[in-house]
């Protein structure tokens, strides 16, 4: 598992898969020791076959329902954070890259007034 709000996530490390806090929080992913990256209703089926429960999503594979459970689980992804956190996926990326571009903002005024103090 990985925690795509942490403060030491990095899409660029292979472990995570390339996989962006944008996409990440649009779509559950996982990411295979072998590093292929899956994404929506698959994911849960592999998390479920890890634990030798993976005949509970079994019916996600049948063609007809197959598509309705995709369906349905594109809307709940859409939403989920508007009913778990009150805003959209879009919303929590704006407000994510303005936190990420302030503290790189910190960071270099930080390297710069370090650059400051050691010429004095």
């Known amino acids: 598992m990985t925690d795509l709000e942490s403060s030491t996530y990095d899409e660029k ?5 390339g996989v962006s806090y944008e996409k990440g929080m649009a779509s559950i992913h ?7 990256v899956i994404s929506g209703v698959p994911v849960f089926a592999l998390a479920y076959e890890q634990v030798r ?12 329902l ?13 939403y989920r ?6 805003e959209s996926v879009d919303a ?6 303005e936190r990420k571009m302030l503290k790189e903002k910190m960071e270099e005024e930080a390297k ?3 650059t400051c103090v050691s010429k004095q």
């Open 92 to 97: 929590l990326v704006k407000q994510y890259e």
């Open 53 to 64: 429960l993976g005949w509970l999503f079994k019916f996600t594979t049948w063609p007809v």
């Open 112 to 114: 710069e007034c370090e």
């Open 66 to 78: 197959k598509h309705v459970v995709e369906f349905g689980y594109k809307i709940f992804a859409r």
């Open 81 to 86: 954070t508007n009913l778990t956190r009150g």
């Open 13 to 17: 490390d292979p472990r995570n898969g």
């Open 30 to 36: 996982a990411v295979t020791c072998d590093g292929k």
